[in-house]
């Protein structure tokens, strides 16, 4: 043990830690009234902003979908899955 040096201590190193703050621009509601878009051929469409309720009847339906979707067999999918809306699946779940 004479030869041998005495270990040495490694202290952690601290990282800084950085915090930072963004402001973002908030579009206000009904302040926009039309978007317009160009496709490749150079014609222009209006589209029409989307609404709370507009979005929240898109979420029910793909919900209620999926639900559906959920209560068919595995080996049965294919036949009803290129169906659109629930209402029509539902039609075809029973027929």
């Known amino acids: ?3 041998e ?3 040495t ?3 952690p ?5 950085t915090v930072s703050t963004v402001k973002l621009p ?5 302040e926009y009234t039309l978007w317009i878009t160009t496709d490749e051929n150079g014609v222009e ?4 902003p989307k609404t709370a309720q ?8 793909r919900k209620a979908k999926s639900i559906l979707l959920l209560a068919i067999p595995d080996e049965y999918q294919l036949r009803f899955h290129g169906i659109k809306d629930a209402k029509t699946l539902w039609a ?3 027929s």
Do not use: D, N, W, Y
């Open 26 to 30: 908030i579009l206000k509601k009904g």
């Open 5 to 7: 040096e005495p270990a």
């Open 13 to 17: 190193v601290e990282s800084p830690q």
């Open 45 to 48: 469409t209006e589209v029409p």
């Open 1 to 3: 043990m004479s030869g």
């Open 54 to 61: 507009t979005l929240l009847q898109r979420q029910r339906e």
């Open 92 to 94: 075809a779940i029973k």
């Open 9 to 11: 201590q490694i202290t």
